[in-house]
């Protein structure tokens, strides 16, 4: 069946603006979750949803970056008034359920602000 | 809260030759521990998982782990390398409880260079 797919697979903006990631799950899966690959930090957790909410936002690093998820399947990662700092590597995850099921990764985003 | 130490950022071996990526783990509870691998310009594919029961873990393309809960270890290895495994290798625990139960800590990565 499909993998977790992600759009766009390469974003470049300038700083200051606004951008939208897309993530689409396994079908079935109700869990999703967000990390970020930058070459300075590695591998770092954002937010996951169980269903359409989200128990954990502990990653997300200032109040630019916000998420959602909606009919528990499709999620948006929005980043607001982007900055340098932000380019990485977006990458997305889901598994059956919350906890300790399998993680399937998507390609990931690979955002370039200017 | 958790956390995995990969011993070696880079890891060159020639084609053939055993293959040992070491990753150490710390965790408040019996950990779930991963490793996946990530070729260049892609996302991550799981190798395998230990979570609980037989200690050792085989995985895809011939790798497998040893849990070692007395070292705190989680290492990979492969007893022959091949060209096709250069790649760069993840370790990561998952999250212990809570809110955090399905999150993920990675280690920083290795990268496994494969000489001819």
């Known amino acids: 069946g499909a993998g977790v797919s992600q759009s766009p697979s390469n974003k470049v903006t300038e700083k200051g603006k606004d951008v939208e990631l897309r993530c689409d799950p396994i079908s079935g899966h109700t869990a999703l979750y967000w990390y970020r690959q930058s070459l300075g930090q590695g591998l770092e957790f954002l937010i996951y949803?169980?269903?359409?909410?989200?128990?954990?936002k502990s990653g997300l690093p200032s109040d630019r970056f916000s998420a959602e998820r909606t009919g528990g399947s499709v999620s948006t990662l929005t980043i607001q008034r982007t900055q340098q700092e932000d380019s990485a590597v977006y990458l997305c995850?889901?598994?059956?359920?919350?906890?300790?099921?399998?993680?399937?990764f998507g390609p990931g985003t690979r955002l370039t602000v200017l | 809260a958790q956390s995995v130490t990969q011993l070696g950022s880079h890891v060159s071996v020639s084609e053939g030759a055993l293959v040992l990526l070491r990753c150490n783990y710390s965790?408040?509870?019996?950990?779930?521990l991963f490793w996946y691998v990530q070729y260049p310009n892609q996302g991550l594919q799981l190798l395998l998982k230990?979570?609980?029961?037989?200690?050792l873990v085989k995985g895809i393309n011939g790798f497998e782990a040893e849990f070692k809960k007395s070292e705190t270890s989680f290492h990979l290895t492969k007893p022959s390398a091949h060209m096709s495994d250069a790649a760069e290798y993840f370790c990561a625990v998952s999250g212990s409880g809570g809110t955090s139960y399905g999150k993920l800590t990675f280690g920083q990565g290795t990268i496994l260079t494969v000489h001819p």
């Open positions: 230990y979570t609980t029961g037989a200690t």
């Open positions: 949803f169980q269903g359409n909410s989200a128990p954990d």
């Open positions: 965790s408040s509870v019996p950990p779930y």
């Open positions: 995850a889901s598994s059956w359920r919350t906890g300790r099921d399998t993680q399937y």
